[in-house]
């Protein structure tokens, strides 16, 4: 029997860390002397690459830059946590959904934005860390869109597109997952309006974790 995985992205999934994001990135910017973007204009790349989520917030540099930028980001970032102020809590019910999913059967997995250690960090600060067999980030894959995290989460877990559902907060995940093969699920409650969502060809997009719960159970719902 096929194995079913369920993959969640990370910021504006799992977590709400649209603060550190937002902070880091204006410091990022404000270290370099260039003005900062706006809160919804740094969310609305939350999930790409930090290469490719620089191009699109200041696409009049080049590449070099984009990664210059980058380096500046992770290091803005690092100060946050030295300073004990990332703020990355969980979205009301997420805890309880991951430990009800594995208790079930399902394996577990993320594809994130994040780096690895973020990624680790993260979750083992929330004690959820050990539900999850496939862990799939930036480090290590080509930006979302790209399904290679999602194609690598299913080998990893052997599971097959039609036994597994990717579930993120914005048209990236969504993308990724129909390039998979997989259903996409949609959160309300990320970094992405839910139109956007539903536009971007989710089969269904969840208000909250209870409804989330019946849409994972649920493999032949449509929008």
Known sequence: MTNR??????DGTL??????ICTAMIRAFEGERLAAPDR???????GLSLPL??????????????EHLSE?????????????AVSE????????????????????GVATGKSDRGLR???????????????????RHPSKPHPSMLLTAMAEAGAVPETTVMIGDTSFDIDMALTAGTRA????????????????????????????????HAPGITR
């Open 5 to 10: 995985l369920a993959v969640f992205d990370c």
């Open 15 to 20: 977590v709400d860390s649209q603060h550190s």
């Open 40 to 46: 919804a204009t740094i969310l609305s790349v939350v």
């Open 53 to 66: 989520a620089m191009a699109r917030l200041l696409p009049e540099a080049g590449a070099d830059y984009h």
């Open 72 to 84: 500046s980001y992770k290091l803005a970032f690092q100060q946050l946590r030295r300073e004990n």
């Open 89 to 108: 809590p969980l979205y009301p019910g997420i805890a309880d959904l991951i430990r009800e999913l594995d208790a079930d059967g399902w394996l577990l």
């Open 121 to 139: 960090l993260c979750l083992t600060h929330h004690g959820i860390h050990a539900h999850f067999v496939t862990l799939q980030t930036a480090d």
């Open 185 to 216: 699920l949609g959160v309300g409650w990320g970094y992405h309006p839910p139109q956007d969502l539903i536009a971007a060809g989710a089969h269904s997009v969840a208000m909250d974790s209870a409804e989330l719960r019946g849409h994972i």
